[in-house]
Nanobody
Framework: QVQFVESGGGLVHAGGSLRLSCAASGSINIYVMGWYRQTPGKQRELVGRIFTGGTTYYIDSVKGRFTILRDNAKNTVYLQMNSLKPEDTAVYYC???????WGQGTQVTVSS
């Protein structure tokens, strides 16, 4: 199993930016990597994915504001978040799929 450690969260004003990092315990070369988020009382939702060739997919609510990058040499995936909105407030996680164990996540709080 590959394990992940997320970091980079924090408190930011609406319109601000954050860059999250996801460090893997092993090679991620062969994996499609996803960023997910969860707010209290809601199911964890997919934010976006980056495929092995670098192609990305995003949910509509973050399209044009969030960018997922991967550095296979560092076994790390990033989530660049710009133009943040209060509704982006959540704990953010990365993973290869929803069946793999989850890391602790990183809290992102966007104030209005």
């Amino acid at each position: 199993q590959v394990q992940f450690v997320e970091s980079g969260g924090g408190l930011v004003h609406a319109g601000g930016s954050l860059r999250l990092s996801c460090a893997a315990s092993g090679s991620i070369n062969i994996y499609v990597m996803g960023w997910y988020r969860q707010t209290p009382g809601k199911q964890r939702e997919l934010v976006g994915r980056i495929f092995t060739g670098g192609t990305t997919y995003y949910i509509d609510s973050v399209k044009g504001r969030f960018t997922i990058l991967r550095d296979n040499a560092k076994n790390t995936v990033y989530l660049q978040m710009n133009s943040l909105k209060p509704e982006d407030t959540a704990v953010y996680y990365c993973n290869i799929n929803t069946l793999n164990p989850w890391g602790q996540g990183t809290q992102v709080t966007v104030s209005s």
